[in-house]
């Protein structure tokens, strides 16, 4: 058996206006998926997963078919997680160079699913890397996140960008500028998540948000503002020391910023009640700053605060389930 397995991540700055060839810098965070791999004698695929905060759930089908069998729970969340399972490994059969190979699968994961931590890119880059390794080849890092992307952007019917499975293989902060991926220097952020116990839409809210881009002019305009305010954020972390702790001042002005961000992404409607009320009692505690991460429309936000406030208030606040501190994960996608 062999199990590799891949970081989520937040988004510092950037998320949807990257969709459009802005800037986004995401960084990895220490919440993995793991995937097992097995090699089978026939052509044929079974995947189990007892968490993907799904109750758990077996499928099998044969590398030609999609048939789901064996499945019992509701059938969009069965389509969404098998959908990134199935494309990984067709990635993976054709890194390989078998259109055949079968596999047996199981997929655990500590990142709530749809949340905006990167759920789907951490499995698909488990999986593909997993995969190709219990056959006894090898995957660069490089070449996994490009072929993540690939598989990523067939579920989601083209709408993706590379920033969550380049990010998810490389580990540590990147940037991502359309094709133009490459990790970047960050010191030890004291990020705080909460998380309200749902998800957003990914591809509606995309969508969402080109009809608008496309019907005003200021939302086009908003969403190079947002690329502007990923390159200062960027010019930030490039004067700090990596992997260093951050002095006040840099973490008010990365707050400030990521303040910025967020009000920009509600003014694109992609925010949602209980991502404002958590965002408000972060900064109402002491976080410099917060925003959603990810598609948004719920699931989580990301604040800096080094003390222990801002977990505190969120753990407290009316519709925020679950508050942790994540730190950065140095390492991308890893053999376990
Ligand atoms: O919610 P997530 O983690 O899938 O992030 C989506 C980020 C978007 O910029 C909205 C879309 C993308 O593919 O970059």
């Known amino acids: ?49 007892d968490d ?50 079968g596999f047996d699968v199981t997929i655990e994961s500590d990142i709530p699913l749809g949340g905006g931590l990167g759920s789907s890119a951490a499995v698909v880059v488990a999986a593909i890397d997993a995969a190709v390794r219990s056959r006894g080849e090898s995957i660069e890092p490089e070449e996994l ?29 990147v940037r991502v500028e359309g094709d133009d991926t490459r990790p970047i220097g960050a010191p ?18 995309v969508a969402g948000v080109r009809a608008l881009k496309e019907e005003y002019e200021f939302a086009a305009d908003t969403v190079e503002t947002i690329g502007d305010l990923t390159r200062e954020g960027e010019r930030l972390l490039a004067d700090a020391e990596p ?17 910025f961000n967020h009000g920009l992404l509600s003014a694109l409607g992609v925010s949602a009640r209980s991502l404002d009320r958590m965002v408000w009692t972060a900064r109402e505690a002491e976080a410099t700053g917060a925003k959603l991460t990810g598609a948004g429309g719920g699931g989580c936000i990301v604040a800096l605060d080094p003390s222990e406030a801002t977990e505190r208030a969120l753990a407290y606040s009316p519709g925020c389930e679950e508050s942790f501190r994540a730190e950065l994960a140095t390492e991308g996608v890893r053999a376990e």
């Open 1 to 49: 058996m062999t199990t590799s397995s891949a970081p989520g991540k937040v988004y510092l700055f950037g998320e949807h206006a990257v969709v459009y060839g802005e800037p986004a810098v995401p960084c990895a965070i220490e919440r993995r998926a793991r995937v097992t791999a097995e090699p089978r004698d026939d052509h044929r695929v079974r995947v189990e997963s």
């Open 52 to 101: 993907l905060t799904l109750d758990g759930f077996t499928v099998e089908w044969g590398a030609d078919t999609d048939d789901h069998p064996n499945v019992d729970v509701p059938s969009n969340l069965v389509a969404a997680a098998t959908g990134y399972v199935d494309e990984a490994l067709a990635q993976a059969r054709d890194a390989l160079g078998d259109p055949e190979a």
């Open 145 to 173: 996140a490009d072929r993540a992307y690939q598989a990523e952007a067939a579920v989601q019917d083209g709408e993706a960008s590379r920033a969550d499975t380049y990010c998810s293989a490389m580990g540590g902060a």
């Open 188 to 205: 030890e952020l004291p990020l705080v998540i909460g998380y309200d116990g749902g998800a957003g839409d990914t591809g509606k809210l």
């Open 243 to 259: 992997g260093g702790e951050p002095g006040d001042e840099l973490l008010e002005e990365l707050g400030d910023l990521m303040d």
